[in-house]
């Protein structure tokens, strides 16, 4: 018996011991991945605050209050949800929170009907064929790598969708950086635009617009819609690598500490299994 238990332990070291040279390599992987992922997530956050403020600052001269991109519609039957999720799994909770901010929006602010853009292989894996969400675009767009061409393509979509009213109102879900060890889920408006943005309007009272800015908008707002996703999907993938990191870091050091309770208790066992063979040879002695 005890003989088989020291032959269970072993293979099951051994196995444990494959299972942490994975996820070691899995977490130096995302730490070369992590470099990069924020050196473009920094390059992109300078047009996405410039391109802010100069929304905010056209939406605050825009003497025309009537246009559908600056004024909600009296009712919001459809909702289009952007979700920006993983393209792969084994990053801790990343996906699931993402999830789980969708689901308690829906609560908070239910509507008639949903429709659903989701960006990510686990995004489209749980929304695509969802019984409660409209599908815009199944196909799989990958957060790693995103071009700036890719999100303008996804924005002149949304304008289409909005001005042909086939969704009222567009929600952005996508995960802030806020640090290597800290990524907070955040929700973003895009149309209508909102008023109320929490930025700063530079100089917005010399400012001489040509055309007018009612025209402007709709000149600009591609640009800017493009802008605020390929920033926050570079957020999201820097999110995404750093969670994972810290989940493969993690399982290593999980890993490490279940070899040496294994090799402790396979220390045991062997001394178990001595003790009885000096007892028999002992007791055989004796007799």
Do not use: W
Request: one cysteine or more.
């Amino acid at each position: 018996m005890a003989g088989a238990s020291m032959k269970d332990i072993k293979l099951r070291i051994k196995s444990v011991e494959s299972t942490m040279q994975i996820t070691k390599a899995m977490q130096l992987v995302a730490t070369s991945k992590l470099r990069r992922a924020r050196e473009r997530m920094e390059e992109s956050k300078p047009y996405a605050s410039i391109a802010q403020q100069a929304m905010a600052a056209v939406i605050e001269d825009c003497l025309d209050t009537t246009i559908p991109y600056v004024s909600a519609r009296e009712q919001i039957k459809t909702r289009l949800y952007i979700i920006v999720a993983g393209d792969r799994g084994l990053a801790g909770g990343y996906n699931a929170n993402v999830f789980r901010a969708v689901e308690a929006h829906i609560k908070e602010h239910p509507v008639s009907s949903y429709s659903v853009l989701p960006i990510g292989k686990k995004a489209v894996d749980k929304y695509a064929h969802a019984e409660s969400f409209t599908c815009i675009d199944d196909s799989f767009i990958r957060v790693e790598g995103i071009s700036v061409g890719t999100c303008y393509g996804l924005a002149k979509t949304l304008i289409e969708g909005y001005d042909d009213e086939s969704f009222d109102e567009v929600v952005l879900f996508y995960t802030d950086f806020v640090s290597a060890m800290n990524q907070e889920v955040r929700t973003m408006q895009l149309l209508p635009l909102v008023r109320e943005q929490n930025v700063e309007v530079k100089n917005a009272v010399s400012t001489v617009y040509e055309p007018e800015p009612t025209a402007l908008l709709g000149a600009i707002l591609p640009d800017y819609l493009a802008g605020m996703l390929y920033s926050t999907i570079c957020d999201s993938f820097a999110s995404e690598v750093a969670a994972r990191r810290s989940a493969m870091d993690s399982a290593t050091k999980n890993a490490g500490e279940m070899i040496a309770d294994l090799r402790l208790e396979y220390n045991r066992a062997r001394q178990g299994a001595i003790t009885q063979e000096i007892t028999e040879i002992v007791a055989g002695a004796n007799v």
